[in-house]
């Protein structure tokens, strides 16, 4: 339907032209993270100062939907609180598991776009990879 076909339009927008692509400074947080079913693997990297999300990036390598799921996130998580980032990387993996989900009040940008991707278990772990390497990085630094 026309949804698919604007979720799809989204993931190969943000695949080919992806948002926070590239590295920080020595002082940021790097997560490097791979998806153990292909062996892809990403590096996210983080600048929390006071609570918040100041800057995300990403780099590395994988499939359309891990890199478009990369770019999504740090386009999120960038100038949230670390709190806020945390709940919508619960809000991702939920959706992942096929379900309804409500954002109260947060801003989730384009994620929303790969909801398809829960109709397909091989694919998961390409959509959640850089989620779970951003929830680690977080988590380290509390
Ligand atoms: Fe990612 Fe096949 S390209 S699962
Ligand atoms: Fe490797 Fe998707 S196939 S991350």
Request: glycine share 8%.
């Amino acid at each position: 339907n026309n949804l698919d076909t604007l979720y799809r339009q989204v993931i190969m927008d943000h695949y080919k032209n992806p948002r926070n692509r590239g590295s920080l400074d020595d002082e940021s947080l790097t997560i490097d993270m791979n998806n153990p079913t292909c062996g892809d693997r990403i590096q996210i990297h983080l600048q929390i100062e006071d609570g918040k999300v100041e800057d995300a990036k990403f780099e590395g390598e994988g499939c359309s939907i891990s890199l478009s799921s990369a770019s999504m996130m740090t386009q999120a998580i960038k100038g949230q609180p670390v709190e806020d980032a945390l709940k919508m990387s619960k809000l991702f993996s939920d959706m992942m598991l096929g379900e309804e989900i409500d954002p109260e009040g947060l801003e989730l940008g384009d994620i929303e776009a790969l909801q398809g991707v829960a109709k397909f278990p091989a694919r998961i772990k390409c959509a959640t990879l850089a989620w779970k390497a951003m929830e680690k990085g977080v988590n380290h630094e509390q």
